[in-house]
């Protein structure tokens, strides 16, 4: 599914995700991420692959995430984006998209992740299969 350009502002934003994954008893396991966009996927690194969120997505790829915005719509509530999809994980190529995605959540200039020799890690990669949430990309708008 194409993300909207509307949506596609939002991640883009440098603002936090909540991204949601399943545990195996089916509750919910949230972490907070830097997220991007490669194409129509959204990514998310993760230098370390014994993760729980890293885990979940091997055993059951279904995920979520919410980006609150600093928009507030004219009947007064703040907008924010909800994303449902199917992750994937590629091993390797987290610290140079960790560092693509530093620029916009630390700052130009800065060197991350901050060590001499960071672990090849994991990418995360999501397919959006519908968007959600309060805003222009949430159905009836």
Same mark, same amino acid.
């Given at each position: 599914?194409?993300?909207?350009?509307?949506?596609?502002?939002? *991640?883009?934003?440098?603002?936090?995700?909540?991204?949601?994954?399943?545990?195996?008893?089916?509750?919910? &396991?949230?972490?907070?991420?830097?997220?991007?966009?490669?194409?129509?996927? *959204?990514?998310?690194?993760?230098?370390?692959? &014994?993760?729980? $969120?890293?885990?979940?997505?091997?055993?059951?790829?279904?995920?979520?995430?919410? *980006?609150e915005?600093?928009?507030?719509?004219?009947?007064?509530?703040?907008?924010?984006?909800?994303?449902?999809?199917?992750?994937?994980?590629?091993?390797?190529?987290?610290?140079e998209?960790?560092?693509?995605?530093?620029?916009?959540?630390?700052?130009?200039?800065? $060197?991350?992740?901050?060590?001499?020799?960071?672990?090849?890690?994991?990418?995360?990669?999501?397919?959006?299969?519908?968007?959600?949430?309060?805003?222009?990309?949430?159905?009836?708008?």
């Amino acid at each position: 599914m194409a993300i909207p350009d509307s949506a596609r502002r939002v *991640i883009e934003s440098g603002r936090l995700a909540h991204l949601v994954t399943l545990n195996r008893d089916g509750s919910p &396991q949230i972490s907070c991420v830097w997220v991007g966009i490669d194409g129509d996927e *959204i990514v998310c690194a993760h230098l370390f692959n &014994q993760q729980q $969120k890293l885990r979940n997505v091997r055993r059951d790829p279904r995920v979520s995430f919410s *980006i609150e915005t600093d928009t507030v719509n004219p009947i007064g509530l703040t907008e924010y984006l909800v994303v449902h999809g199917t992750a994937s994980l590629q091993e390797g190529g987290a610290p140079e998209v960790l560092q693509e995605l530093a620029y916009r959540y630390i700052g130009p200039g800065v $060197k991350f992740p901050p060590m001499p020799d960071p672990p090849p890690g994991v990418v995360m990669r999501i397919r959006p299969a519908r968007f959600g949430g309060v805003g222009p990309w949430a159905p009836g708008g």
